[in-house]
């Protein structure tokens, strides 16, 4: 799959964002006045910050308003309007917190189960594409969940609990992945079944419809970067819970979290880089390019 | 309304025949052509004429070989198109409910004013047949030519899809699936028509026939029981066996006289 920079930004910044407002929500910290005022910010700028930057990608943004229709049937439009119902409740919330200096449980918990839902709906948009095997199994939603709770952890400064919660979310990342390298066989999807002409004999893509490329070819056929995909993923890994252990694990000091959350924040851009880069599409094998 | 029908009144589609496309590429012209010039964002091109041309098509042909095991390989050109499938992945996945399944025709539509170009269906289409159009920004598809079927402006052999009514060897054909008695139905029957990828559980309506087995050349083959028979003759006599003994002879020649 194409890895657009739009969407990339989007799922990383905004589920570090809701990650944070979860936390807020459930208490972690239940700061209030000028304290509460900075955690409120930073995790409005991430999440509000990233779902500005998923419009981009959005050839009629002008138009988005009317995606919030379809919450029956799509897991997009369902994000929408979970990801505006978390802002609000949370928006009350902190309201409450930052001017009232009063903690209101009751709504911090319904935005806090809002937020994380948000990055539930996000990774269900993945998830249901049955098309790329990689992502249509269970460890595409447990990845996106656990980092964006470790995440939250981390940046809202829960450190005792950030440390375990960094290492379940690595070890989920790394499931995704060494599922994710078998999923396209194991999907039985293949040239055969594509064309149906299997039974005949082996079939081999002879001449593609156009000399040049097209929209097919260039949003689910990427194959750019693959070659250092495997020192990417190890980079990933290092920097989105490696040295942010290590780091929280030296001593509790604000410049030492600071280096954790940027470390673990390009960490996550790069592992998520990869989630589209290495996607394959079943569309790449009427191009033979799978 | 993006949920799916639960059932539609009629199942329009096609029937492409792989034994008869002859790779022409007739109906890719025809459908581009007509769907420019009429129904919703006319097919953008970009750099049409330029280095590296490249444009938005709603029908491509791809070729494949096949390579049998005991037979010549063989080339199937593999017109492909929107299959309107009945569980259609595209339909669902729309956030805005621009991607809609007809309930009276089963035809799966793309209302372009409410397309915000998210791109959502054209990921979950395991068939490549939806396409964002660079100039337009909506997302494009095989519409089965709604505007020419119904079209009681057009003569009425014209009454069906243009890539249909172009293709010069019969190799598409257009009717409705569900009734047994059309021509679709009972082409599909005859010809053993496939689905393509059915583990994807889209129930394609298009259905394609597969190429017949070819006829070839029997004249040179051998008889199975050859190996059977008594040899007739083991060494070569006349001026062909001499001159096989004369360059084994020669320095240079193979240390096992020649015989492999």
């Known amino acids: 799959m194409h890895p657009a920079p739009s969407v990339i930004l989007f799922s990383t910044l905004s589920g570090l964002g809701f990650g944070l407002l979860a936390f807020l929500g459930f208490g972690m910290p239940s700061a209030t006045g000028f304290v509460s005022f900075v955690f409120f910010t930073i995790a409005y700028l991430l999440a509000v910050g990233g779902l500005i930057a998923s419009t981009f990608h959005l050839g009629h943004p002008e138009r988005a308003l009317k995606a919030f229709k379809q919450w029956r049937s799509s897991w997009l439009s369902r994000e929408g309007i979970c990801a505006v119902a978390a802002l609000l409740v949370m928006g009350i919330y902190a309201i409450g917190a930052i001017f009232m200096g009063q903690i209101w449980t009751p709504i911090g918990i319904i935005g806090a189960i809002l937020s994380i839902g948000t990055v539930f709906t996000t990774s269900m948009i993945y998830t249901q594409i049955k098309t790329v095997p990689r992502w249509h199994n269970v460890t595409t939603p447990i990845m996106f969940l656990t980092i964006c709770i470790a995440g939250g952890a981390l940046l809202s400064g829960e450190v005792a609990i950030a440390i375990p919660l960094l290492a379940i979310a690595g070890i989920a990342q790394i499931a995704h992945w060494v599922l994710g390298d078998k999923a396209l066989k194991n999907s039985g999807t293949t040239l055969a079944t594509a064309t149906g002409l299997g039974a005949r004999g082996d079939v081999r893509a002879f001449e593609p419809p156009h000399t040049g490329t097209n929209y097919l070819l260039k949003e689910f056929v990427h194959v750019i970067g693959r070659k250092h995909a495997a020192k990417l993923r190890i980079l990933a890994i290092v920097l989105m819970v490696g040295l942010p252990l290590v780091l929280l694990m030296m001593s509790h000091s604000h410049v030492l979290a600071a280096f954790a959350v940027l470390s673990h924040l390009v960490g996550v851009f790069a592992a998520r880089w990869l989630f589209f880069a290495e996607a394959e599409h079943v569309v790449g094998l009427y191009y033979g390019k799978r | ?260």
């Not at chain 2, 490549?128 to 709604?146: P, Q, S």
């Not at chain 2, 059915?198 to 008889?223: A, F, H, Q």
Request: proline share 8%; aromatic share 6%; charged share 25%.
């Open chain 2, 1 to 260: 309304m993006t949920t799916l029908p639960t059932s539609t009144a009629k199942k329009l589609g096609l029937v492409i025949d792989l034994d008869t496309c002859v790779g022409c590429h007739a109906c890719v012209i025809s459908c581009k052509g007509w769907n420019t010039e009429n129904y919703g964002a006319p097919l953008s091109d970009q750099d049409p004429y330029g280095a590296n041309p490249s444009g938005t098509f709603l029908n491509r042909v791809h070729s494949y070989e096949i390579q049998p095991k005991d037979a010549p390989a063989q080339l199937v050109h593999f017109p492909k198109s929107c299959l309107h499938c009945e569980d259609a992945p595209c339909v669902t996945v729309c956030p805005t409910g621009a991607s809609y399944k007809r309930v009276e025709d089963g035809i799966v539509l793309v209302n372009e004013q409410d397309c915000i170009g998210c791109g959502l269906c054209a990921w979950a289409c395991p068939y490549g047949a939806r396409e964002m159009d660079a100039e337009e920004k909506v997302m494009k598809k095989c519409t089965l030519c709604v505007d020419r079927i119904y079209n009681e402006n057009l003569p009425e052999r014209d009454r069906e899809p243009a890539c249909v009514r172009t293709c010069p060897s019969n190799a598409r054909h257009f009717g409705d699936f569900a009734d047994p008695d059309s021509n679709v139905s009972v082409l599909t029957r005859e010809r053993g028509g496939m689905d393509l990828m059915p583990e994807m559980g889209t129930k394609p309506v298009n259905k394609y026939l597969p190429p017949r087995p070819k006829d070839r050349d029997r004249s040179e083959d051998v008889d199975i029981l050859a190996p059977f028979l008594e040899p007739i003759a083991t060494e070569t006599t006349g001026f062909l066996g001499w001159l096989d003994k004369a360059l084994d002879a020669m320095p240079g020649a193979s240390k096992n006289g020649g015989k492999s």
